[in-house]
């Protein structure tokens, strides 16, 4: 199967620990009704479960994930990845290395790898990324280990090196971290502006873990965050 083309606009990141989600039962339920809303992919990402557990999980919502043309990518985990037959992976820093990941995957799917500054930006540009994870923009209870806080000027001046080395067009770009509602136009809109560069930079999409999995109605958030994200895509 080729490598699918992927829409990075709205980008769920799962967490089923009791602080993201009150009611772990409601774990697919919620992924669905973010499905129905739009979300455009999707990440299992699931620290804790046994590796029995996550291939169990990750089959289950992989159907689901099919069914509304989402690709399902999965956290750390290769291997699971593999045994599953989903889309493709996102590592981080101290995960599996990008070279061997490729290799253990092939080219047809998607890999994603979290970076916080530019070294690790054009390193993953270079390994062959699909898209990067750009992070942590904002302090997240969702995420307490992270390790650094870069904010809006991180984003930019990721995004701006990546530009003049030629990646702006190749390599997909989302962020995570403390996003919601209200900072998503901003983070976007920020990203636009390069001082007195005329030139203008915008993210592909954002990524969300508790904006979505925690909110009343996880359909209408996602739809809300569509509607703020595809704003902001005409600039690209
Ligand atoms: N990586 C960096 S921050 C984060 C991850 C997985 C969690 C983001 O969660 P939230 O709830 O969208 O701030
Ligand atoms: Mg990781």
Redesign the pocket.
């Given at each position: 199967m080729p490598k699918p083309k992927v829409n990075y606009s709205l980008y769920l990141?799962t967490?089923s620990t009791p602080a993201?989600l009150k009611d772990p039962s409601q774990f697919f339920d919620i992924v669905e009704k973010a499905l129905r809303g739009g979300v455009t992919l999707v990440q299992l990402?699931e620290k804790t479960a046994d590796t029995g557990e996550i291939i169990g999980i990750a089959k289950k919502l992989h159907k689901l994930t099919k069914k509304y043309e989402v690709p399902l990518l999965i956290?750390d985990r290769v291997d699971v990845a593999l045994a599953v037959g989903c889309e493709g992976v996102h590592i981080g820093q101290d995960d599996m290395d990008l070279e061997t990941a490729r290799e253990l995957l092939g080219d047809d799917k998607i890999i994603g790898v979290?970076v916080s500054n530019v070294e690790e930006a054009i390193k993953a540009c270079e390994g062959g990324a699909d898209y990067l994870?750009i992070?942590?923009?904002?302090a997240?209870?969702?995420?307490t280990n992270?390790k650094s806080i870069i904010g809006a000027a991180g984003v930019r001046e990721i995004l701006a090196v990546m530009d003049s080395a030629g990646y702006y067009e190749k390599v997909n770009t989302v962020c995570?971290?403390?996003?919601?509602k209200t900072n998503i136009p901003r983070i976007l809109y920020q990203s636009q502006h390069f001082g007195d560069k005329p030139r203008v930079l915008v993210l592909n999409g954002v990524?969300?873990?508790?904006?979505i999995?925690?909110a009343d109605d996880p359909e209408e958030a996602s739809k809300e965050l569509m509607t703020l994200v595809n704003s902001s895509q005409k600039f690209r």
């Open positions: 990141v967490d993201v990402r956290n979290t994870g992070g942590t923009v904002y997240t209870p969702t995420k992270t995570i971290g403390g996003l919601n990524a969300v873990v508790s904006a999995m925690s």
